[in-house]
């Protein structure tokens, strides 16, 4: 039997660590953008991989910074061929807040909702291009291989607009297809993604 002793917050002796899990998310891809037009993870492609190894993956974007002031972030999924232009139904409600105190709100935006569309989703709109403004968080796509059921997918963002407004967003919809999404694509409506840095993990035994 394995002795464990803390010392300080510490593990100061394991005799067996057989039994630690080593951890579910394992980081598949890193791709870090310098006046990029687009970011893209295609299975099979360098290392990616979009397929039934893992039944979730998650795409982590840090620090997304646009060439173009009031440039919106976006993301699509690619169902074969070579367009991204998955079909999609999404939902979209957001909070914000601006630094001077003045205005906040929440609420749902039709405006930024899709519907049976082939458009880009926006993750994040109008991001400011100020050194210290930029768009990060996370997409959770399940079971993108399944060529039996649609692919849902969960969006979480938090933005810096130009207009020095804090914006965090919560979308969640689905690709309505039951082929298998093999690429997902990122970029911004105008201009480049100066610089930033999105990782690609899938998440086993779940």
Do not use: W
Request: aromatic content about 12%; some cysteine.
């Amino acid at each position: 039997m394995a002795l464990v002793k803390y010392n300080n917050n510490s593990i100061s002796a394991v005799t067996s660590a057989s039994s630690i899990p080593s951890g579910a998310m394992t980081l598949i891809k890193t791709l870090t953008a310098s006046s990029s037009s687009t970011l893209s993870f295609v299975d099979g492609s360098d290392g990616v991989v979009l397929d039934s190894t893992y039944p979730i993956y998650v795409f982590k974007f840090i620090n997304i910074h646009p060439a173009n002031d009031q440039a919106s972030f976006q993301v699509n999924f690619r169902d074969g061929g070579s367009s991204y232009d998955a079909t999609k139904t999404t939902s979209n409600f957001r909070a914000y807040h601006n630094e001077a105190g003045s205005d906040t709100s929440l609420g749902y935006f039709t405006s930024e909702d899709l519907a049976q569309s082939t458009s880009d989703q926006i993750i994040g709109r109008t991001v400011g291009n100020d050194n210290d403004q930029s768009c990060t968080g996370e997409i959770f796509l399940f079971s993108p291989s399944s060529t039996t059921f649609v692919k849902h997918f969960l969006i979480r963002s938090s933005v810096t607009e130009h207009g020095n407004y804090y914006v965090d967003y919560h979308i969640a919809g689905y690709c309505n297809t039951t082929t298998a999404i093999d690429g997902v694509q990122f970029k911004f409506d105008s201009g480049n993604i100066d610089a930033g840095t999105i990782k690609l993990y899938g998440i086993k035994d779940s």
